[in-house]
């Protein structure tokens, strides 16, 4: 392998004469000119690999870990959504609308799709390809481990060629017979015999993105600078350094975008000055004309020329008697988590120089919203300061007042758009950090702060905890009240029950859960969000009205059972009368919400006076997985399930990539109920939080149900 050696003594000047101009005149090449964003898609659980437009379409593809492909032509308005069976597709290329190259990260290498990515084909096998780059008819792609492949007639057949790097490759550069690529921290390489031998560019090192201009100058980030060449890897110039950069492009009009640790960048004039457009640090970028999409790990985000934000009026709506019900994950790194229901009540006005004041039950301080200036500020001690402006764009930064400490906090502002209570609301959060810790509070139009967490760093327990909105009732000046809630519904397991004794005890379980139950922990009690479960029940069978009987479960602590006993009163119910009856439960948002199982009409059963019609209904009649208790859990959860037929049983838990996590059952047994113990800590290994899921197969029965583990 070659050095090319060209001109170093003009590259050693212009370093020292680059790095004097910083050094004197610090930032002032560096401007902010926050552009307006929005946030077109975003993942809850899951993440984005990648982003790609086909030059033709100005399709928007979007790759997600979760085997998902997002494809959009209005710039994010509506999405189509494909289902890949192949995970992990980290590179994509839209050859034409008929063909889509894409790589995945596993072992079946290179993938095709001539229906627009609705169905694919492995057609060379490679293990984790990270880029792919199209020129004319050539394909090249790139692993993780440095290999290099070639296809010259559009990935019908494929030539592994030689490679100067054993690090990843981020980038393939065409022009004319040389062929470029960029090695992550491992150098820039060229080649003019398609592949066969490479030659090193100098002595430059990155992140391995190396781009053209449309005059066919070259650029590449080395440690961090940006350089640039005229003269295609002679005489080459910093442009500027970044911190921790993360990745490089150039749109159609030669401007540069530098994405790093302090947002993404962007020169218009060829790196003479740079301005910072966006907060995110952008892992892709890529352009429809002069509208530019960005891709961070869980957001999508467009910027269109001549879109402007709402910015709503209302973000902090403040009326004495409003209520606010969050739920609470609180974690200390010497307690571990713990749970609650917090509330949040506007218990108070005041005037305080003509202007209207607000304090809230848990806060020492006075709140304020102006909606002239759309903008709210908080009191304490006769000391007043900013609290949120609400006008700012996404990245924009204000002095945020902390009256604890009496000091102002650089803080960030980022806006969104989320549904929250069954509709869409734009949202603004600010957030900072403090005493160690990341600092946020959301607020969404008409509701006020929908989430928030906050945390300390200092002598004794370190702590930070998150709360989200879970009801809300919130009044106007004129005494109305809007009411929001989530109306989760309660997760009920029971089997319905067909007949009845009229002289006996009637016992049966069944099982009540709740997204928001958690069992107690060394540092919380319990959370049961569904306080309420009972049998409403009467006669079917009575001439006129019947009179409406109730009969209350009693729930068995630290479990998700409830156990009842009926006993017929003889006076309203005879031998062969059919009772109606079904499920009532009661939850403990702010205004507590009923819930009905059927949710139309009743359950109907027989009353005969046999014990036998007992023992029939608690006969095992069928194959049932049930959920598991608690859930979310940390560390250890139970697993209840019931079996018909003698025959194996296999019980097992998988991560969400299908990777079998632990065996749990594998034995004959007997018709019955069982239940197993499973903990987060398999082996000698502790799983990472996420989403599990557990099978249970018995004969030609195969049932799978998904839990989380928090820790």
Known sequence: MKNIITNSGLI?????????????????????????????????????????????????????????????????????????????????????????????????????????GNTWTSIYPIWRITELYNNGNDIWGGTEEGEIILSSDLGNEWTKLNSPTTRKINSFLADSTIIFLGSYYNGYFFSTDRGLSWNRILDFSGIGFIRQDSKRGMWLMSNDTLFYTPSFGKDWTPKGTFSNSRYFEIDKYDNLYVSCYDGLFRSENYGTSWGKIAAYKSDKIVFSDSTIFIMDYNSIYVHVPGYKPLHEKNMF????????????????????????????????????????????????????????????????????????????????TFEKYDPKYNVYLTTTIFEDSIKIFGSNRNTIEWYNHQWGYYNYENFANNIGIID????????????????????????????????????????????PLNKLSLYDSNNFTM??????????????????????????????????????????????????????????????????????????????????????????GYFTAAIGSLNSFRDENTEIKSYLLYNNYPNPFNPTTFIKYDIVKNGNVSLKVYDVLGNEVATLVNEEKQPGSYEVEFQSTVGNQQLASGIYFYQLRAGEFVQTKKMVLLR
């Open 12 to 116: 050693k000047t212009n370093l020292k004469l680059f790095l004097l101009l910083i050094f004197l005149f610090g930032l002032e090449a560096t401007y902010t000119q926050i552009l307006p964003w929005k946030n077109i898609l975003k993942a809850n659980t899951n993440s984005f690999y990648t982003i790609a437009i086909s030059k033709e379409s100005n399709k928007l593809y979007v790759s997600s870990d979760n085997r998902y492909l997002f494809k959009t032509t209005d710039n994010g308005v509506s999405f189509d959504t494909t289902f890949n069976s192949y995970n992990s597709v980290k590179a994509f290329l839209p050859i034409n609308n008929e063909l889509i190259i894409s790589g995945q990260y596993g072992s079946s290498g290179v993938l095709k799709s001539t229906d627009d």
């Open 317 to 396: 709506p403040l009326s004495v008697n409003s209520i606010y019900q969050y739920f609470v994950n609180r974690y200390g790194n010497h307690s571990g988590y713990s749970y609650g229901i917090g509330t949040r009540k506007v218990i108070r006005d005041t005037s305080i120089n003509a202007l209207k004041y607000f304090k809230f039950s848990n806060s020492e301080s006075w709140y304020r919203y102006d909606p002239d200036s759309n903008r709210a500020f908080i009191r304490q001690n006769g000391n007043e300061g900013l609290y949120c402006d609400f006008n700012l764009l996404n990245g924009e």
């Open 452 to 495: 928030f967490t906050d945390g300390y760093s200092g002598s004794g327990p370190d702590y930070e905890h998150y709360s989200k909105l879970i009801s809300a009732l919130i009044y106007d000046s004129t005494g109305n009240y809007s009411y929001y809630s989530e109306d989760i519904k309660p997760e009920i397991v029971f089997s």
């Open 511 to 600: 099982q009540v859960s709740h997204k928001y139950n958690r069992n107690s922990t060394p540092y919380s009690g319990e959370i049961v969000y569904i306080d309420t479960v009972f049998i409403e029940y009467s006669n079917n069978n009575s001439v006129g009205s019947s009179p409406v009987k109730f009969v209350g479960g009693a729930r068995t602590p630290l479990t998700s059972d409830y156990k009842f006993s009926l006993l017929f009163d003889t006076s309203a119910f005879k031998l062969d009368d059919t009772v109606k009856y079904r499920i009532v439960t009661r939850d403990i948002q702010i205004i507590p919400k009923y819930f009905y199982e059927p949710s139309d």
